[in-house]
């Protein structure tokens, strides 16, 4: 079945650094999801790409889709102490398969 | 929109125990989906409802599940016999089909203790 992976697992930077998730799939994507999942939360819906190539800002987010639609990233500029959390791509209609997650911790 | 609920929030059993949870979806979402999430795992998909129908069952959910949503409103997940893997946070997320590509919102979730 489709499988969506996600690297790295964790990531520790420095308040102010720039951090970057990588989500890959073996199969064609329809679309691509991510969510933010606080920790203690639950995930909240963050944006949705469907189109090869597709770039979207979401003021310090940058979220990408590849050409191929076999893969996408989530790049966050200048780190702030509120960005910790587990960062999940996700894929999928009405059955949606999410990876595994990468958690973020921010040192400030 | 006051989100979606669930209740309860923590419920500790012991194994062996049948236990029930309930979930509430924003107003008007006709979409209803259970997910259960273990620690460092991202929400696995169990179940998916479009109004009263379940439309979509995923073969991680034994034959001790069993979801319901009787009227196209709540939604109420039943565990029979529970065991100790299937300690887990178990969360449900409502939408609406047509309205902003389908996007699922997710409730607090249950979080089960099987000991």
């Known amino acids: 079945g489709q499988q969506v992976m996600q690297i790295p697992q964790y990531q520790h930077v420095q308040e102010g650094e720039d951090f970057t998730t990588y989500c890959n799939s073996s199969?064609?994507?329809?679309?691509i999801q991510w969510y933010k999942q606080r920790p203690g939360g639950h995930p909240v819906f963050l944006i949705q790409?469907?189109?090869?190539?597709e770039v979207k800002k979401q003021k310090r987010l940058t979220f990408q889709f590849g050409e191929a639609k076999k893969n996408s990233s989530l790049h966050i500029t200048a780190t702030q102490t509120t960005d910790v959390g587990t960062y999940f791509c996700?894929?999928?209609?009405?059955?949606?398969?999410f990876g595994a997650g990468t958690r973020l911790f921010v040192k400030a | 929109d006051t989100g979606v609920s669930q209740d309860p929030r923590h419920k500790i059993t012991k194994r062996g125990q049948n236990v029930t949870f309930r979930c509430d979806p924003i107003?008007?979402?006709?979409?209803l989906y259970w997910y259960r999430q273990t620690l460092g795992q991202g929400p696995e998909f169990l179940t998916y409802?479009?109004?009263?129908?379940?439309?979509?069952k995923s073969r991680l959910l034994s034959d001790r599940f069993s979801a319901e949503r009787p009227k196209g409103s709540f939604s109420t997940l039943e565990i029979q016999r529970t065991e100790q893997g299937d300690s887990a946070m178990y969360l449900c997320?409502?939408?609406?089909?047509?309205?902003?590509?389908?996007?699922?919102?997710f409730g607090p979730g249950t979080r089960l203790t099987v000991l």
């Open positions: 996700a894929s999928g209609g009405f059955k949606t398969i």
């Open positions: 409802f479009q109004n009263e129908a379940q439309l979509e």
């Open positions: 790409l469907v189109k090869s190539g």
């Open positions: 199969t064609t994507l329809s679309n």
């Open positions: 997320a409502s939408s609406h089909s047509g309205r902003a590509r389908d996007t699922q919102y």
């Open positions: 107003s008007e979402h006709n979409r």
